[in-house]
């Protein structure tokens, strides 16, 4: 990706009208889309982006205290534009539901597991993909 392909906004000046309390200072912008933060905070745990690759993440998670607990294994999902409680939410990149759990994310302990698990799911999609162009 070219530098000149990623819009970094600055809130005081970029950030799209009505949308001031759902951006974020480090938020970046490709072709429209936010893409996946480096950082989420869900169910008291803290869950930081060590390893992107296509649609491929791996997480850390760890306690608000800062200690490790495992890794997440994420298919990153995309969705347009939509308004969430009254704010409107850019079309975003972002990581998979509870309700994906087991589909397009999985629990790891250690990074060594995250690795295998995101090879073991790049393997199976890959096959799906040649499977699904076999038949067409």
Request: proline share 4%; with cysteine.
């Amino acid at each position: 990706m070219n530098d000149d392909e990623v819009e970094v906004l600055d809130p005081e000046v970029d950030v799209p009208e009505g949308l001031e309390d759902e951006a974020k200072a480090d938020d970046v912008f490709v072709d429209g889309v936010r893409q996946l933060r480096p950082e989420y905070h869900k169910h008291g745990l803290v869950q930081r982006v060590v390893w992107r690759e296509g649609e491929m993440a791996i997480a850390e998670v760890c306690l608000k205290s800062g200690r490790e607990t495992g890794h997440e294994v994420w298919v990153v999902h995309q969705g347009g534009e939509r308004v969430i409680g009254g704010v409107t939410v850019p079309a975003s990149e972002f990581p998979p539901s509870s309700g994906e759990w087991g589909r397009t994310g999985w629990s790891v302990g250690s990074r060594e597991d995250a690795d295998a698990k995101v090879l073991a799911v790049k393997a199976a999609r890959a096959a799906l993909a040649q499977e699904r162009a076999a038949g067409e």
